[in-house]
């Protein structure tokens, strides 16, 4: 009990904007971190949706809303994945090998051009798809945000690591331990699709529901390739990239089955 307190607290305290622990993070303190991080997701799920509900009574125009629909997970996340993300773009950006490579991946640098210029175009894009987004959809696509970090969860615990990457050493080398993990994330996975497809019946289409899912499953396995391609593995960093990929591509699928004349 004590080690999943303290893996509770470790989640909270390094993905999200909650106080700072003063754990040490090790896999004693880490044992479990991995089934705990799609709980932020969930907070920001939660919060999406009561702003979902809120906005309309509130703003007249829709670009206040689709701005803060589209940076409230950055802001509750302490902005940890776009660190990630900034790095795969600058690593991915610069064509060189893997070593190369997974040496920006490593390095507590500052972000190049690349990484500047594709979060701002970032950015830019998600507060388009907020501004088109119909209130329906948004109850939706809100479950993105615990989807992308259980898939994340999963990675991590079962995709070949790339053979230096020292973000990770809190993984536990038990089996059993991480399998526990890996079932929790499916079963948070599982859940997120159910609620969407019921919301999806009761509010919209069920397309909304099933191009979302249909995204975020592409993402990971385009993810999970690339890692593998170009790193030799994922890393925490490629992660991150991932997690903030997978939360504009979901958003885009639902886009596009609103907009489907079919």
């Known amino acids: 009990m004590k080690s999943l307190f303290r893996s509770f607290v470790m989640a909270f305290s390094g993905y999200s904007i909650s106080p700072k622990s003063k754990l ?44 803060v629909g589209a940076v409230i997970p950055t802001i509750l996340s302490a902005g940890v994945h776009m660190d990630g993300f900034f790095k795969t773009v600058d ?21 190049g051009y690349s990484a500047i210029i594709v979060g ?7 507060v ?8 329906d959809g948004i109850f939706v696509i809100a479950f993105a ?8 969860a999963i990675s991590i615990l079962t995709v070949k690591h790339a053979h230096d990457d020292k973000s ?12 526990i993990q890996v079932i929790v994330n ?11 497809v019921e919301i999806a019946l ?19 396995l385009y993810y999970v390739l690339m890692s593998k391609k170009r790193f030799g593995g994922v890393t925490e960093e490629l992660g991150g990239y991932f997690i903030m990929l997978c939360e504009v591509i979901i958003p885009i699928a639902a886009l596009v089955a609103f907009k489907s004349p079919i």
């Open 186 to 196: 499916i079963a948070y996975i599982v859940i997120c699709a159910v609620l969407m």
């Open 120 to 126: 701002i175009c970032y950015f830019m894009v998600a």
């Open 91 to 111: 690593a991915i950006s610069s064509h060189k090998n893997r070593e190369a490579a997974l040496r920006i991946l490593n390095e507590d640098a500052h972000g």
């Open 168 to 179: 990770m050493s809190y993984v536990p080398d038990n089996s059993a331990v991480k399998w």
């Open 128 to 135: 388009g798809i907020w501004s088109e987004m119909p209130i």
């Open 24 to 67: 040490a993070r090790n896999k004693e303190n880490c044992a479990y971190i991995l089934m705990f991080i799609p709980l932020v997701g969930a907070i920001i799920t939660i919060i999406i949706n009561r702003w979902a509900v809120l906005y309309p009574y509130m703003c007249e125009n829709p670009v206040f809303p689709a701005v």
């Open 202 to 220: 009761s509010f919209t289409n069920i397309r909304v529901a099933i191009f979302s899912l249909v995204g975020a499953l592409i993402t990971f």
């Open 145 to 152: 945000y615990v989807i992308s970090r259980a898939l994340y």
